[in-house]
């Protein structure tokens, strides 16, 4: 552990995330993180559970006069999204991360930190190893994979899980309780592409500068989608300009917004002065309308080299692939008329690229309403078999309903005013969280989502507030302490 966290450390909340850190534990490599939790319990003759999706479930008993109040549950997840620099040498499935500190926040050299959702993790082993602590029951479930689709907490038996009141720590923002979330799911597209050979001039368009961003909780930012915009581009020029269309490709995560694509044109007859100058106006025009939401945003149109002979899409493959992506919905597609400002439901096509089969496609879909969540499905899925195309649905996992009466979120506003002074804010976001899982693998589930302030999660920026950090913590003692639930 550094020795400037140290000083600043509580309760070895900061020791048991640096110990965290020390070991790789991004999503899909969670072996290593599950033994050393495993660990921990035996040393510390802490009951627990492991299961077959590397979930790790601790149990303590209520101290002495609390035998009476209802049992808290508190929820985190152990893996963390790895993200880095381009220049950081890091190897993720080895290495632990290095830690620093400007004495106000924590974070990773050139890596993301993992405090989403180490801090969630590391508040559990502080909790569970501190004697002094007067609590109710406690059972802490750690899930595995939750950055990757959840699949730990849709493979967690919850069946030893007694209690009503769950605290999920997987937030971002300390004076903010989340108190429900949309649902989602994933669809893949893939339209066969015909190929045929041909030559002439070659040309490549970029598009870059955008801002991107999650495609469940900046959805609604006026964000310009790259994939989309190119698609719109091409569709224009080809109105004034015949080409064919060697490659194109964009977007990184479904459930990002694509940033950057880009598209390698052929022209049979040359790229005269005249075409390249209605490439440049079109993306003139173009770049203008969106350039109040998007200052950065940029198309650029490249001649490159003569071929003779290359293979290209099949003019009726192209004009199929340009309607699928000109009609398919993206973006916001209903507000919510019960929570004014929250979207409702979205999608976001998120990758695109041409393979040796055909152009493949990924969409992430969001809904607070599972009824409209399956509608967006059907008509996305509905024009891509109409055009041809094979679909897949993966990673359905179901909202967490916001629900008028919750105990829980009383007596954690209440308890927050007397510490800080001020109500937080209650919300519901237009993202996932494995609250809506839980909430159908345990009955009548009262919850709410919390954590300390955080920056830039997902990304190699990402900070913690360590001031934050333990001001949350110390208003979780301070719900135990007075009894939880009374
Ligand atoms: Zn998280």
Known sequence: MLAELEVLDYKKILYYFSEISGIPHGSGNVGRIADYLEEFAKENRIRYVRDTADNVIFYKDATEGYEHFPTIILQGHMDMVCEKEADATIDFANDGLNLKTDGEWLFADKTTLGGDDGIAVAYCMAILTDDTLKHPALEMIITTDEETGMDGAKALDASSISGKYLINIDSEEENMV????????????????????????????????????????????????????????????????????????????????????????????????????????????????????????????????????????????????????????????????????????????????????????????????????????????????????????????????????????????????????????TAIIHAGLECGILSEKIPDLDIISIGPDMKDIHTPAERLHIASAIRMYKLLENILENGGII
């Open 178 to 425: 989340l108190c429900g979330c949309a649902g989602g799911m994933r669809v893949a597209g893939e339209l066969p592409v015909e190929r045929v050979l041909a030559g002439g001039s070659r040309a490549k368009v970029t598009v870059s500068g955008l801002q991107g961003g999650h495609s469940g909780v900046e959805i609604d930012k006026n964000r310009t989608n790259a994939v989309l915009f190119l698609a719109r581009y091409l569709y224009l020029l080809r109105e004034k300009v015949p080409f064919l269309v060697e490659d194109f490709s964009g977007g990184q995560k479904d459930n990002a917004i694509p940033r950057e694509a880009e598209a390698m044109l052929l022209f049979p007859e040359g790229i005269s002065a005249e075409a390249a100058e209605v490439a440049k106006g079109i993306a003139k025009e173009m770049t203008a309308e969106i350039s109040a939401a998007e200052p950065g945003a940029d198309i650029r149109f490249s001649p490159e080299d003569e071929v003779s002979e290359v293979p290209v899409m099949h003019p009726r493959s192209f004009e199929k692939f340009l309607f699928l992506l000109l009609q398919a919905p993206n973006g916001v597609q209903a507000n919510s008329a019960e929570i004014p400002g929250l979207v409702e439901s979205s999608l976001n096509l998120g990758i695109c690229k041409m393979t040796s089969e055909g152009m493949e496609l990924h969409w992430a879909l969001r809904s607070s309403k599972k009824s409209y969540l399956h509608f967006l499905k059907e008509k996305l899925t509905y024009l891509i078999a109409f055009l041809g195309g094979e679909y897949s649905v993966s990673g359905e996992y179901p909202a967490w309903e916001y629900k008028e009466e919750s105990r829980l979120r009383k007596i954690y506003t209440e308890a927050y005013r007397e510490m800080f002074g001020i109500l937080p804010e």
